[in-house]
């Protein structure tokens, strides 16, 4: 049997991994395997009209479902090079977001489109519901339109 770790509080839709890399969801009473797997999405188009698009914070999504990330993509009107970080906070302490990424950004370089289907171990990868993300522009070269879409499996 692999190996569990368990939450010592856990809230409903927390998660906990096994060493193999299934899961159990807490449902508020108990730990359960998830019966069958919900898929959602969010994410946002940042538009700097005919300007490249500067750095910083571009705008915020609440979640309306616990889950986990999954994968993002990422898309833009022309060839060049963005990192976006993606950061999160409780409901009950925005605006203090933190980095999920820990430097494994969103983005692309030289390129239009791109692509990430198996976050990095150090993604912080579980959300609550009402959780809010922020995406943040960390550097941008030559594009004035980008589009993203973070992928999320719902709990």
């Known amino acids: 049997m692999p190996n569990i770790d368990y939450p010592t509080n856990p809230n409903q839709g ?46 915020y999504v609440t979640m309306p479902y616990a889950g986990a990330l999954d994968s993002w993509d990422i898309v833009s009107n022309t060839t060049g090079n963005i990192q976006i970080d993606l950061k999160k906070a409780p409901f009950s302490t925005f605006p203090n977001t933190t980095s999920v990424t820990f430097g494994d950004y969103i983005g692309m370089t030289n390129s239009q489109k791109n692509t990430n289907e198996s976050l990095g171990l150090g993604w912080g990868l579980t959300f609550s519901e009402n959780d809010i993300y922020e995406f943040v522009v960390i550097s941008a070269a030559t594009m004035s339109r980008v589009n993203i879409v973070v992928k999320t499996v719902k709990y």
């Open 14 to 59: 927390d998660s906990a991994t096994y060493s193999n890399g299934s899961y159990v969801v807490w449902d508020g009473y108990s730990w359960r395997a998830p019966s069958i797997t919900e898929y959602g999405s969010f994410g946002i188009t940042i538009d700097a009209g005919t300007q490249v698009i500067g750095t910083g914070s571009k705008g």
